[in-house]
């Protein structure tokens, strides 16, 4: 059977040079891998509806603003994924693993891809253009 691509809104929180990392459960897809908090558009949801309710639900966050960084699809074997992503660096409230998850300020040097599931290295690289310097 052919699987409907699934839309996710991403949100990558910004505070000085740091963004906000959570770990995906173990058994979750993808899992115990890190990822930017978000999840999925339900439906008669915008982006940036479902962006700040993912937010509010994970990490205990009010997004004040959020601005498109990029969409990607990602084909993985067994669900395609198409990533609204966001940034984020005007919030209220301080973000933290809501659901229990470990969670981490980090560095764009921290971060390493092959933490990550495989789309987001595009999303890494993307952020290192836009946020060095
Ligand atoms: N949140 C998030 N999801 C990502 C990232 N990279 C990536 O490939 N994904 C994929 C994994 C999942 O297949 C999908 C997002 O699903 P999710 O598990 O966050 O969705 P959700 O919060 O609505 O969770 P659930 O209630 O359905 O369990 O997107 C990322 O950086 N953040
Ligand atoms: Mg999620």
Known sequence: MVQAVVNVAVGVVIRDRSVFVCKRAKDAHQGDLWEFPGGKVESGETDTQALSRELAEEIGIQVKRAVPLMTLRHDYTDKAVCLHVQLVRDFS?????????????????????????????????????????
């Not at 921290?110 to 690289?125: G, M, Q, R, S, T």
């Open 93 to 133: 409230g301080e973000p933290h693993g809501k659901e229990g998850q470990p969670s981490a300020w980090r560095t764009l040097d921290e971060l390493k891809p092959e933490d990550f599931p495989a789309a987001n290295v595009a999303i890494i690289d993307k952020l290192k253009q836009i946020l060095t310097n």
